[in-house]
């Protein structure tokens, strides 16, 4: 079955102690790319990937890195988690490296909550 | 810089009434895409429009991408309490290596 997987679901962590969400997908899809979803704001990009090792800024980058080491995988990782990152977070993948008509297709999110 | 905007945020109605949600962009568009993401769900694919003026029907869902390709609209027919959810459109930003997704209309019905 085609999927984009996250782990953890839920996680609740303290400020300042390192976290890294997985994100894996198996359509060998070029394009990954994650988002940070919050109420009222809708979904926003904070950082995506055109092929391995290619990454790029999206719109809301400050406090997250990721790596593309495999096309498959696309981790996101906070080295020091604040409360403002406490947020609904979607990884998505697509097919090629033009977004122009290419569908996104989201894994089921992770749920952060940062005390 | 460039912007989806959708109105209107939220929309309540009751079973059986149509629902209309309206996207605009800032800038002409190559196409347009609709997602859905139910209550405690991710959002899922629903349908891409490309031509100017172009219609499409899915059931009682009816998209259409405007003739300067700068708006769309989703339109719901009878709406039922499985259409509850929230409802984004996204346009390509101009590079084209990213999504701009508007902050998605939520739909209300009651029964």
Not at chain 1, 16 to 39: A, F, I
Not at chain 2, 2 to 20: A, C, R
Not at chain 2, 106 to 111: D, G, H, K, M, W
Request: net charge positive; hydrophobic share 30%.
């Amino acid at each position: 079955e085609a999927q984009v997987t996250q782990n953890p679901r839920y996680l609740i962590t303290v400020t300042g102690k390192k976290l890294t969400v997985t994100c894996s997908q198996n359509m060998n899809h070029e394009y990954m790319s994650w988002y940070r979803q919050d109420p009222g704001l809708g979904l926003r990009q904070i950082y995506y990937s055109m092929n391995v090792e290619v990454t790029d800024k999206g719109d809301v980058p400050e406090g997250y890195k990721v790596s593309r080491k495999e096309k498959r995988n696309f981790p996101l990782i906070l080295e020091s988690p604040s409360p403002n990152q406490t947020s609904l977070y979607f990884c998505a993948s697509a097919r090629g490296t033009v977004l122009a008509k290419n569908i996104q297709y989201f894994g089921a999110g992770t749920r952060l909550s940062v005390l | 810089g460039q912007q989806v905007m959708q109105i209107p945020q939220y929309q309540h109605v009751q079973e059986g009434e149509d629902f209309t949600t309206y996207c605009n962009s800032s800038t002409t568009l190559s196409n347009i895409q609709w997602y859905k993401q139910r209550p405690g769900g991710h959002p899922v694919f629903l349908i891409q429009l490309v031509k100017s003026g172009e219609v499409k029907k899915q059931k009682r869902l009816t998209f259409q991408f405007g003739e300067a390709k700068k708006n769309s609209s989703l339109h719901i027919t009878a709406t039922q309490t499985t259409d509850v959810g929230t409802y984004f459109c996204a346009g390509p930003e101009e590079a084209g290596t990213a999504l701009i997704f508007g902050k998605g209309t939520t739909l209300s019905v009651s029964s």
